[in-house]
């Protein structure tokens, strides 16, 4: 039997950070949240620097359905206007900011040269995972178009990062719409949940997505257990693995030591699951190399 859906007490954005504010989504976390998780005393960064030695960062905005949207554009100081660059969307955590996820996870650290890395800003500070009025997840297609008007990349080759909140908002758009992502990295996140009435469930009472399959990464610590438990990231894997033709139960192990690869996935999306021992919900930096090296493999 599917888990049934949990109110996620909040789905944070940093290391042993824990909130005693509610959020109004409902992600299916797989497991009761911890009702003691102590309030946050940690302090938010203001941003991250707009540049470095090796990229260059530009505060980005744009008009979508009557509200302002804004990004974060990461290109390499190298960037070549006649190459075209693959491209990788970052998440932040419910609540959160692009400044904070760059902060946190600074992906442009594993990608180098090779990518455009984009940042967005959720439309109110959580990413929507709602099935009716989404104001997030219509975005995506027009921000991808808006980041090919100023930076050459293939649209063809994206790849959709998200911790937490981010996490469970890529598994969403990624379920519900094709098209978007050529490969998802589910970081402290989970399973998409139904979005629309009578919708179909699998042998695994996973959603039946309306999006294809689709290279995966799910990465959960194995101690995360008040804010997104792990039995979250466990049910997510053996959804993705399902949408995307694995054999259940079939894995191998690969690198690093915490990870293992589905077998007999179908062609051009492998699926890989990553348990970390010792790991809170805390954001396990290791996934970012993880996720590109996965990506970079692609056909």
């Not at 921000?143 to 937490?164: E, H, M, Q, T, W």
């Not at 997510?236 to 995307?244: F, I, L, P, V, Y």
């Not at 894995?251 to 890989?272: I, N, R, V």
Request: glycine content about 10%; aromatic content about 8%.
């Amino acid at each position: 039997m599917r888990p049934a859906p949990v109110l996620i007490g909040s789905l944070l954005l940093g290391c042993a950070i824990l909130s005693a504010c509610s959020s109004s989504k409902t992600p299916n976390a797989g497991a009761d949240p911890d009702p003691d998780g102590g309030e946050s005393t940690e302090t938010l960064p203001d941003g991250a620097p707009a540049e470095t030695e090796t990229v260059t960062v530009s505060e980005e905005k744009m008009s979508f359905q009557g509200r302002e949207r804004r990004y974060l554009l990461v290109k390499p100081k190298s960037y070549d206007a006649e190459r075209t660059y693959p491209l990788v969307l970052s998440f932040h955590g419910n609540p959160g900011y692009p400044e904070y996820q760059r902060n946190l996870l600074p992906f442009e650290s594993v990608s180098k040269d090779d990518a455009i890395v984009v940042y967005p800003a959720a439309a109110h500070d959580d990413w929507d995972f709602q099935p009716t009025d989404n104001v997030d997840i219509p975005w995506m297609l027009p921000l991808v178009d808006d980041v090919a008007s100023k930076v050459n990349i293939d649209k063809a080759r994206v790849l959709g990062y998200g911790y937490s909140g981010g996490a469970y908002f890529i598994s969403a758009a990624a379920c519900r719409v094709g098209g978007i992502f050529e490969m998802i990295a589910i970081l402290s996140g989970g399973a998409p949940e139904a979005y629309k009435e009578g919708q179909a469930t699998t042998t695994q009472g996973c959603v039946v997505c309306d999006g294809t399959p689709l290279a995966t990464l799910v990465v959960h610590g194995m101690e995360d257990k008040s804010v997104v438990p792990f039995e979250g990231g466990d049910f997510a894997r053996k959804c993705w693995a399902e949408t995307n033709g694995c054999t259940q139960d079939e894995l191998e192990d690969s690198e690093p030591s915490a990870c293992q690869t589905y077998k007999g996935c179908s062609a051009g999306h492998p699926t890989k699951w990553c348990a970390v021992p010792g790991q809170g919900h805390d954001a396990w930096k290791p996934s970012m190399q993880v996720a590109w090296d996965m990506f970079q493999a692609l056909p």
